[in-house]
């Protein structure tokens, strides 16, 4: 089993030329190098977020499993916290501040990086907002567009900054940096909105998540905002038939794509983009952005 040592941590990585993406053979080992080539953009929108992983030890066509609570055998120097308020039962989640844990966190096939819209420190009090746009059948990513920048103009009104990243998947994601306000009250600000995206666009946003109604539509997701729920982290890897990313975006890529795959980003893709176009989440965490909900 090869060693590697990563800011002075011993790691022991296995199985790196595991193919966990069996569609293209994107290997373990490219799993690892992703997440180290992308880290400085990554790390800053993990630090202070228990992470859940989303594993995929035999690769994306097989068994996965979710996994909140710290995996047994983790190293002393992984940091762990008690997490409280969101469960029946007190969880002891991981918290990625460094390289040395992402790379093992990585060497579990923990391919999907996960968050709360929390950090520790005001643990069930968001200071961010979330929707998840998830189109249904016979809808796609570019009809989820049409939905985002109505959300975009419908938040402005509330002085609240929208940005904008791939799901990873199909979809679109949007986050904007609040106060820090209880979870529940951004749940409730979260579905109202959602519901007047529904009323201003019936044929195409959806509040509810019904089955029967998602045909042609946009769900959009608001339950993200609850204390317990977790999002896609910005430039996690995705389990899909490519090793696809949740990639952040302008709006004005977002508004000149004229077909959907123009909105898929692959890992082999990130290191160049990021360094042409640097971080396009920072400004989720830029302080002079961060605006109160309105009637928090």
């Not at 979260?190 to 201003?200: C, L, N, S, V």
Request: hydrophobic share 40%; with cysteine.
């Amino acid at each position: 089993m090869p060693y590697t040592e990563v800011e002075g941590r011993r790691l022991a990585l296995s199985n790196l030329d595991k193919v966990l993406y069996p569609a293209t053979g994107f290997t373990k080992g490219e799993a690892l190098h992703y997440y180290v080539t992308v880290a400085e953009a990554l790390l800053p929108h993990l630090r202070g977020r228990p992470v859940s992983f989303l594993r995929y030890p035999d690769g994306v066509d097989s068994t996965a499993f979710f996994a909140k609570n710290v995996p047994p055998g983790a190293p002393d120097w992984v940091t762990v916290r008690e997490i409280t308020e969101v469960s029946s039962t007190p969880l002891h989640q991981v918290l990625i501040h460094d390289l040395a844990t992402l790379v093992w966190a990585a060497n579990l096939a923990g391919l999907e990086l996960h968050t709360p819209q929390w950090r520790v420190e005001h643990e069930a009090r968001a200071d961010r907002l979330v929707f998840d746009l998830d189109p249904g059948p016979g809808a796609g990513v570019l009809e989820c567009r049409t939905v985002a920048l109505w959300l975009r103009e419908r938040l402005a009104s509330d002085d609240i900054t929208v940005l904008p990243k791939t799901s990873g998947g199909k979809g679109l994601h949007l986050l904007a940096p609040i106060e820090v306000t209880a979870s529940s009250s951004v749940s409730a600000y979260a579905k109202r909105t959602a519901m007047e995206a529904e009323a201003a666009m019936p044929d195409l946003a959806l509040s509810k998540m019904a089955k029967a109604l998602r045909p042609g539509k946009v769900f959009v997701d608001h339950s993200q905002n609850a204390a317990a729920k977790t999002t896609a982290a910005p430039y996690t890897l995705r389990a899909k038939q490519r090793p696809s990313v949740s990639t952040p975006l302008t709006w004005e890529e977002l508004t000149a794509a004229r077909t959907e795959e123009e909105l898929v980003f692959l890992a082999d893709q990130l290191p160049l983009r990021l360094e042409t176009k640097g971080d396009l989440m920072a400004p989720l965490l830029d302080p002079g952005l961060v605006r109160p909900l309105p009637g928090s």
